[in-house]
């Protein structure tokens, strides 16, 4: 027998967005050359999870939702789906999270964006990563948590193993470009039946106001909080 537990999980739904047109049902709809069209982002989930204990390994597409809250400056189960590898280790009090998946590469229209650089950035050319590293603490009362963001777009796909490692500062590393948020999230119940949450965070660390060199890349703050 295996050491740990393991599972397998597919997941499907009609959907009736197929293409632009409005569609009355659906069912699988019919195209030229095509009766039967099934190519509709049907499959809704369809991962294998492996719990090493006390490592957990999912790989597949699934929805996943970091935060206390049920809004998120992270991602959410807002999202349709994301496409990931996640890795989850708790060590006792600690709970570190490194999640890697890849986002859908949609067509622009010229109307929406203006391209700079068509030689080394494209259409189904380019690959676009949301890697997600997180470090959450319990202590008992309260639990506290802090997550780096980045979305990866490099011209010509050139990624770096730094890219993905779960222990690591993708700010101070500085390897560009990058799109990286920082998120901080608290959560208390301060009596029984009681949960005070909160989530704030930045878009971008620009540090030139505390007179440090950095680069011109607007630091944009968020917050969110709730009670329960």
Partial sequence: AWPGEA???????LRREYTTDY??????????DNPIATENAQVARGYFW???APLELQFGRDKVHFGPLRSSLLIS??????????LTLPLGPLTMDLMISSL???????????????????FRRTIILANLHRFEYDFGFL???????????????YFVLADFFPVFSWHSGDITPNNLSLIF???AVLFP??????????????????GLGDSDIPTIPAVIGGLE
Avoid at 7 to 13: D, N, Q
Avoid at 143 to 157: E, H
Wanted: proline residues 7%.
């Fill in 185 to 187: 999230d608290l959560e």
């Fill in 23 to 32: 569609a009355p049902w659906n069912l699988p709809d019919s195209r030229p």
């Fill in 50 to 52: 492996y719990d090493f």
């Fill in 104 to 122: 859908e590469n949609r067509q622009a229209t010229p109307e929406d964006v203006t391209v700079v650089d068509t030689v080394h950035y494209g």
């Fill in 143 to 157: 639990r506290a948590a802090v997550s780096g963001l980045c979305i990866f777009a490099r011209p010509d796909n």
């Fill in 7 to 13: 599972a397998i999980l597919a997941e499907g739904f």
């Fill in 77 to 86: 189960d807002a999202l349709p789906f994301m496409d990931l590898l996640r």
């Fill in 193 to 210: 039946g009681f949960r005070v949450m909160a989530q704030f965070g930045f878009d971008a660390i620009n540090a030139q106001g505390i």
